[in-house]
């Protein structure tokens, strides 16, 4: 029988190295610091396989040979104000099939995501969501050792009034 020592390959950023999972509710605050998001409200969505941001005014270019992605995301919902602006190196493009059975080809970025004192890197695909009541959806392979409440809400805090 072997245990696994501290350092044997999980790192104490990532949710699957902590004792216990975390329970979060349906709808949390999250952040995406590599972003300069301190807060977006996401919904949880344990049937959607990859997270989604809301984007407007996306542009993909090359630089030094790698694609990156600029985009601007309004964080808070009825909020158009507010705006920041993005760019991360684009790993992926993907057709994403959204819940009312429609494909979109999307651009597909890899940033650190911020929830329950933790810090981890998801996969998040780009999209307009504007018409959506949530600006973000963190879905299922986002949530490496995380356990959700489906009955509760902003377990994990609330960002702090401005």
């Known amino acids: 029988m072997s245990s696994q020592s501290p350092d044997s390959g999980a790192s104490p950023e990532t949710p699957g ?3 216990s999972p975390a329970v979060i509710g349906w709808r949390e605050w999250v952040s995406l610091p590599a972003l300069g998001i301190d807060w977006v409200k996401a919904k949880i969505d344990t049937g959607a396989r990859t997270s989604a941001l809301h ?3 996306l542009d993909v270019a090359h630089e030094h040979g790698a694609k990156v992605a600029r985009f601007g995301v309004h964080p808070f919902q009825r909020d158009n104000d507010t705006i920041s602006w993005c760019h991360a190196p684009v790993v992926d493009e993907r ?6 059975g429609h494909q979109e080809w999307r651009f597909v970025i890899e ?10 890197p998801i996969e998040i695909t780009l999209t307009a969501r504007d018409t959506m009541l949530f600006r973000m959806l963190l879905g299922r392979t986002a949530m490496r050792s995380l356990r959700v409440d489906p009955l ?11």
Do not use: N
């Open 17 to 19: 190295a902590m004792a």
């Open 111 to 120: 940033t650190p995501v911020r929830l329950a004192q933790r810090e981890w």
């Open 55 to 57: 984007t407007f005014q």
């Open 95 to 100: 057709s994403v099939r959204d819940s009312g």
């Open 152 to 162: 509760a809400s902003f377990l994990t805090g609330r960002p702090p009034e401005a």
